[in-house]
């Protein structure tokens, strides 16, 4: 999209530096990353502790040595905090996170942190989900943003009630 410079400069936009400015602009707002808790506008009480609640059931690591054998289902998720598509499988991951606790193991690798988990996956492009029975195996694995509904259906074929 081109702006006319008399627009930018009504702004206070360099023109020319205006997909700059929106990249920066989108990548430093607050909310952004599963550390987001600490850069949100202050919200009631008891929505933080549902929000720092779910977050905590999301395991963020780069351990590789994780006990499946607890949960019908370990749900891996293979990408990084700083990746558009990425963050859109944050508040996905965190709400099967806290609507399955016990039945459904999530797991968070940030590949641009620690490339390690990318290679034990054999991983190609980020987001990746990779899904793992109770003795480790892959059931399954899925690219890109995995829609909730979708998700969710493909969980319970697998025994999550």
């Known amino acids: ?11 206070g936009l360099i ?11 989108l990548l ?11 850069h949100e506008s202050p919200a009631p009480a008891s929505s933080q ?4 609640e779910a977050k905590s059931l999301v395991i963020v690591t780069d351990r590789l040595d994780l006990d499946f054998s607890k949960h019908v289902v370990t749900f891996i998720e293979l990408g990084a905090d700083r990746c558009i598509p990425c963050k859109a499988m944050q508040p996905i991951m965190k709400e099967i996170a806290a609507e399955y606790e016990g039945q459904v193991q999530v797991v968070f690798y940030d590949v641009w942190k ?3 988990p990318a290679r034990k996956y054999a991983i190609q492009l980020i987001p990746t989900q990779v899904f793992l029975d109770k003795s480790g195996n892959e059931i399954s694995r899925h690219v890109g943003l995995f829609p909730k509904d979708e998700l969710v259906a493909f969980l319970k074929k697998q025994g999550v009630q």
């Open 15 to 25: 023109p020319g530096a205006f997909p700059f400015v929106l990249t920066v602009v």
């Open 28 to 38: 430093a707002r607050p909310g952004y990353g599963l550390n987001a808790a600490n």
């Open 1 to 11: 999209m081109k702006f006319p410079p008399s627009f930018l400069k009504k702004r």
């Open 114 to 116: 620690n490339p390690e």
């Open 49 to 52: 502790a549902q929000d720092a």
